[in-house]
Each structure stands twice: as C-alpha cells, then as structure tokens.
C-alpha cells in the first residue's frame, strides 16, 4: 500500500487568515502587524492584530536575528515598546543558553561517547 503524500493534501486553513505588513526604519530594525482577515478578505474584527519586533545583534559569529512580540494597539505605541519587545528577547535567550550551559555541564559523558558514539564491534 502506497503511502499518502503529505503536499498533496496541503491546506490554508480559512478561518484563520492574516495580513502581513512590515515597517522599518531601515537601521535599527523592523516591526511587523499581522492583521487578522477573514476569507473574502476583510479585516475580522473579532480577532486583534498581532505585533511583533525584529533586529539583528552582532555577535563573534557574526548577526543573530532577534525578535520578539510588542504588546501594542497600533503602530505608534509599536514603535514605543520596540526597544522593550527586543531586550525582553535578547533576556530570554541569555536566559535559555545559560539553561543550555547547565545542561552540557550537568551532563554525564560515557566513554562510549568520547570515543563518537556505541562502537559496533562484538567481542
């Protein structure tokens, strides 16, 4: 029995349509509406417009992209809370590598892993 190809039955869900829109100031960063619409198009008004910020630090590695959600009503108060939207990011991912660190550190190595993994050799 052949199985089914997940793309053939890929679906846009219609009740749950949004319209993007991105402002930018072209050097610090961009901050994107996302407008909830129904199928014929128009602006659903029983659902409200999700915000969100978005920059780039530059790190040894080179630019890390950081976003976060902007709890806002319009484009004004958006661009207000931009810089509390991308430190409370850039807090939360200090926040999840110092999590991260404590867990490689806190892990227990077997020799099998040092040596790249179980070896497959029967004695």
Do not use: G, H, Y
């Given at each position: 029995m052949a199985e089914e190809n997940a793309l053939e039955n890929i679906q846009i869900d219609g009740s749950n349509?949004?319209?993007e829109?991105?402002?930018?100031d072209l050097q610090t960063g961009s901050i994107r509406k996302l407008t909830p619409i129904k199928i014929d198009g128009?602006?659903?008004e029983a659902r409200e417009a999700s915000w969100s910020?978005?920059?780039?630090?530059?790190?040894?590695g080179g630019a890390l992209p950081i976003s976060g959600e902007i709890?806002?009503?319009n484009l004004e108060e958006a661009v207000a809370k931009f810089p509390e939207a991308i430190n409370l990011a850039i807090q939360k991912l200090q926040e999840d590598m110092i999590k991260m660190q404590q867990e490689q550190a806190n892990k227990i190595i077997t020799p099998d892993e040092l040596r790249g993994g179980k070896s497959d050799i029967i004695i």
């Open positions: 349509l949004w319209k829109e991105n402002f930018t128009s602006e659903d910020a978005t920059t780039n630090i530059m790190t040894p709890d806002a009503s």
